[in-house]
């Protein structure tokens, strides 16, 4: 009688991951969940005593006065205690997950709730979407050393949580895991991917308790931009792009601007931002905050072109001040609203010169959107799948995709960097964050098309000192490599390092692999 074959022992490593990922999405999503509910509370109570002020009611000037010193004074003191909180947080994510930066979840968790809700809430011109991820990380964190996991598994936590946090603050799952992978990660490892997913998927259905299930910047418009008129998405792309790099560049100037001109210690510089906005909410309360009421209010009533001249001049200037503060803050949805002003702008005078339809003026303020960010970003995928599920619309991928692509291409081609990775280049990192010496780290390292490691054998690449190749990943196969293995496009090199030299070989490496033949 013929013996049954030996059946494989059942691998339960993706199952793991993602009951990891769905727990760490999970706890993201509250977490996020009560930081966007906070952040809109207050911000809806800001612009009504605003409201109050310019109907007559004179005496809610002392409680604008008193909260633009107190809100400002202990946000700065909590950035004093914890540095790291300060900015978007991306930044601090990109360089955990290199093992530049060892930080405290808890530290980090609950400074930059209070924080971001300090500074996002009263109206300031940033975004949540920056300290979501921040705070999912820390989440991620914190459940893995909960857990006991370290090396790649916490790496892999601290990617979940950052996908849930972008998940939860803007309910789109898949530009949340998309951007981990883009922009923070910069590797598209499976087992990254299906981790995040899962996160990004638990955290979008806790927020969409809270939340619903309405987009949250669902736009309608009736009309799909027509073939003939895509001639104008090339313009539009290369204006985005031209002053894509105007915002990169004034961006990363404005911290040395505050040293130059602001005679204060760098912990109180958000007093700046919050006398500036004083003047605005007078004047224009709806203004404030974020900018998505602004998206959702051009969806309903055309602005003139004068006042979207206005607009975004003001929305430029004072999201640069208040990002440039250093108070716990994002940029990601302050860009969204820049480019939803310029799309507008750009229609405008489209439609005053008879160049364009009136009833496509919409449409414009959508792909505006995506190629803004494309450009600051430089990353078209996350921006054109980030519209895409904010909207709630899928007809409108084809012309996305266009702008994005111009728009990338505009700033590539005037040397503009990714705005995060320009400002992580930018951190300060303390001393000794580097983990211990004598454990054994890996890092993964992904081959492109055209890289210097494509079709050449193991034993012809120069190494790294230190390092150790211990296997490459390709497709569903993982081969050990001998001298004569053969490195293709498209695989992954898993190497070994010692601990204390992951960021710095994985720099180097991924230097080396990135040069062409």
Known sequence: ?????????????????????????????????????????????????????????GWWWLVIIGG???????????????????????????????????????????????????????????????????LGAAVGQGFAETTGQAGTARRIAIACGAAGGLSAAFNAPIAGTLFVLEEIYHNFSLLVWLASLASAVA????????????????????NSLPLNEYGHLLGLGVLLGLLGVVYQKTLLAMPGWYRRFVPLPRWLDGLVPFAVTILVGFWQPLW?????????HMGQVVPTLGLLLVLFAVRFALSMVAYGSGLPGGIFLPIL???????GIYATVMIMLGWLPRQYFIN???????????????????????????????????PLAVVSLVAYLV????????????????????????????????????VTVGSRLEDTSV???????????????????????????????????????????????????????????
């Not at 404030?288 to 959702?296: D, E, F, P, R, S």
């Not at 609203?337 to 799309?343: D, E, H, I, N």
């Open 203 to 222: 955290a979008n259905f806790v927020a969409s308790v809270v939340f619903g299930l309405t987009p949250v910047l669902h736009l309608t418009y009736a």
């Open 364 to 398: 414009f303020v959508i792909f505006a959107m995506a190629g803004y960010f494309a450009g600051i970003g430089k990353a078209p995928f996350t921006a054109i799948l980030l519209i895409t599920e904010m909207v709630g619309s899928l007809v409108h991928l084809m």
């Open 459 to 517: 034993r012809d690449f120069r190494w790294p000192k230190g390092t150790l190749l211990v296997a490459i990943r390709r497709g569903e196969q993982e081969l050990v490599p001998s001298g004569d293995t053969l490195i293709h496009a498209g695989d992954t090199l898993l190497v070994a390092v010692d601990a204390s030299m992951r960021a710095k070989v994985k720099e180097e490496l991924t230097a080396l692999v990135q040069q062409r033949h």
């Open 288 to 296: 404030l905050g974020g900018g998505n009421a602004i998206i959702l």
């Open 68 to 134: 633009s010193v107190l809100l400002p004074l202990g946000a700065g003191i909590l950035v004093k205690q914890q540095p790291q909180i300060s900015g978007s947080g991306i930044p601090q994510v990109e360089a955990q997950l290199d093992d530049a930066l060892q930080l405290h979840w808890w530290s980090i968790l609950w400074r930059k709730f209070i924080g971001g809700v300090l500074s996002i809430g009263p109206g300031l011109f940033l975004g949540r979407e920056g300290p979501s991820i921040q």
């Open 1 to 57: 009688m013929e013996t049954s074959k030996q059946t494989q022992p059942i691998d339960w490593t993706r199952l793991i991951l993602v009951g990891r990922g769905l727990l760490i999405g999970l706890c993201t999503g509250a977490v996020v969940s009560a930081f966007r509910w906070s952040i809109g509370k207050m911000l809806a109570a800001t612009i009504w005593i605003y409201q109050q002020v310019q109907t007559g009611h």
């Open 337 to 343: 609203s820049l480019g939803a002003v310029l799309g």
């Open 411 to 446: 700033v590539d081609v005037l040397h503009g960097a990714p705005i995060y990775a320009s400002l992580r280049d930018r951190l300060k990192l303390p001393a000794g964050t580097q983990g211990p010496t004598g454990k054994r780290a890996h890092i993964e390292i992904p």
